[in-house]
């Protein structure tokens, strides 16, 4: 509610303060996805510093902020020329989506009638939202059951005519394998097709773990036939959010990527992104990281997050009931249960510890497991996150799979979502055990509103009364197996239902 008079800056502090309490925390390594920690505080601040310095300067207009043409000119430089083109042009933008809608738009808009996206089943869901906004079509591709990269003779028979742009991840999200690009972008450039490397992920990584032994294949702009590659300042470059780069083979790719309007009375428009007015914050507050860390920083910080996964992986496969998925080539790793060790059950009890693992549901054959990010900060604690796993797998073992209640994915999926109200969507899922009201959140203190995997708030689900109540690690976790287990068991379109509900009713 805005107040009638202003209050001091001290109250709102203290009230932003309380609010956080019942987040998850960003900094220490117990939150195993959505934030990165270096371990090194002086570097965030820098962040942080430079971040508000620049925090009204509006990107909407180069000519009127020198200042951020400077900044940008510096970040995709350092880009370019850690991604095997020096000098190649760029774009800075909000994240790996809007990068990646560019992405899409400069390649449908290089080629007019072409409208095809040709989409390994493990990259990310940023290219089907590219898609839907930018009226396109998905073609999936399936990728190998066993090592997860894309199949390449499935993506060289998918495209066609029709197909504006072939992408390849480095590495995807799901199990962090690099798919093979040089094999795909020679793919498109036989067939005169666009070739996108989504290395959102990867970029600011995967040069610094190479340096530090590990094999990474060709991935980037030096491979032929890559013509745009995105990579995210906010990951592993450790900036705060709001920071991504594209880089394009050429500026006429660029151009393509660019929007601009004078069809008003108004100013005129010239957009590199998609959003107009911007704050230059996130961009200096990404430019103070990269110049805080230096390319030494950048490398010691690899050395033990590559450290940090190969003992993660290691200690994981000996744990009884649980396995990795592939072979962790970068810095993420998914581990998947068994008949008897339930992964969803593991992640709450590991929540119940203090430690939050991502869950991921099946999809296209993959199986459901955890996903863990590693960082910076991951190699002080990775005994101890070993410890939680081992103890949450015996844990989970000893409570069984979690149940699906008989009928319920069925009827769900026969649900007309759209003939039901918000309230109604509410009740019913009231009836069958998962608390979606407005009270579940914003609940300051209890510790139980984190986010997981699945769009869902832990305060989602039911039994969760036994918090940790100190409001300041992750909550107790004490529902999230079953609606999970009952997400897992329906189609795609249905979760996606589901979720948007959810969302929805979040903010009632
Ligand atoms: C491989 C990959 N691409 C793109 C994205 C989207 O990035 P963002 O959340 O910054 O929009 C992600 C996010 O995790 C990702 O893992």
């Known amino acids: 509610m805005l107040p009638e008079y202003g209050r001091p800056v001290n109250d709102l502090l203290a009230e932003l303060t309380a609010l956080k309490a019942a987040d998850l925390p960003v900094r220490g390594g117990t939150v195993t996805a959505y934030v990165y920690d270096t371990g090194r505080p002086e570097v965030h601040d820098a962040a942080h510093r430079a971040y508000a310095e620049m925090l009204e300067v509006n990107m909407l207009d180069p000519t009127a902020f020198p200042s951020m043409v400077a900044l940008e000119r510096q970040v995709v ?27 899409v738009k400069a390649a449908r808009d290089a080629r007019p009638g072409a409208t095809r996206v040709v989409l390994p089943v493990t990259a990310h869901p940023a290219f089907h ?41 480095a590495p995807s999200y799901p199990q962090g394998v690099v798919d093979p690009v040089e094999e795909i972008a020679a793919i498109a450039a036989s067939r005169g097709v666009l070739c996108h490397v989504d290395a959102c992920v990867g970029g600011w990584l995967l040069p610094w773990l190479r340096e530090a032994g590990a094999a990474v294949p060709p991935f980037d702009l030096g491979v032929p036939g890559v013509t745009s590659i995105s990579c995210d300042l906010h990951k592993y470059g450790y900036a705060p959010k709001g920071a991504s780069v594209l880089l394009f083979r050429d500026a006429g790719l660029r151009r393509r990527a660019y929007f601009a309007s004078a069809a008003w009375p108004g100013y005129t428009i010239i957009n590199a992104t998609v959003q107009s007015s911007r704050s230059a914050g996130p961009l200096a507050g990404a430019w103070a990281t990269l110049q805080s860390l230096g390319r030494e920083g950048y490398r010691e910080l690899g050395r033990t997050t590559l450290e940090a996964t190969r003992r ?34 593991l992640a ?23 996903h863990i990010t590693v960082t910076g900060v991951t190699l002080s604690g990775v005994d101890a996150m070993l410890d939680v796993i081992a103890r949450s797998a015996e844990a989970a073992r000893a409570r069984g799979p979690a149940a699906v209640p008989d009928g319920l994915p069925e009827l769900i999926a026969s649900l007309d979502l759209d003939a039901l109200d918000d309230a109604t969507f509410a009740q019913l899922a009231a009836s069958v055990g998962i608390d979606l009201g407005p009270s579940r959140v914003g609940d ?3 510790g139980d509103r984190g986010v997981d995997g699945t769009g869902l708030g832990d305060g989602a689900g039911p039994g969760d009364g036994g918090g940790q109540g100190d409001g300041g690690g992750p909550g107790d976790g004490g529902g999230m197996a079953a609606v999970n287990a009952v997400l897992d068991a329906l189609p795609a379109e249905t979760r996606e239902a589901i979720l948007v509900r959810f969302l929805s009713v979040m903010y009632a």
């Open 129 to 169: 939202k590219a898609a839907h906004y930018l009226g396109m079509e998905i073609v999936p591709v399936p990728v190998d059951p066993v090592t997860f990269r894309a199949s390449v003779p499935a993506v060289e028979a998918a495209v066609d005519d029709r197909t504006a742009l072939v992408v390849a991840s």
């Open 77 to 103: 430089a350092a880009a370019a020329e850690l991604l095997g083109r020096p000098g190649a042009p760029g774009i800075f933008t909000s994240g790996g989506t809007e990068s990646i809608m560019l992405a």
């Open 348 to 370: 709450d009890e590991a929540r119940r510890l203090g430690w939050f693992l991502q869950p991921q549901l099946s999809y296209a054959g993959i199986p459901a497991n955890l």
């Open 312 to 345: 993660l992986a290691e200690g994981i496969r000996a744990i009884p009931g649980l396995r990795v998925l592939g072979e962790p080539e970068t810095s993420l790793v998914a581990v998947a249960g068994s008949p008897e060790v339930d992964v969803f059950v």
């Open 444 to 446: 300051a203190g209890t």
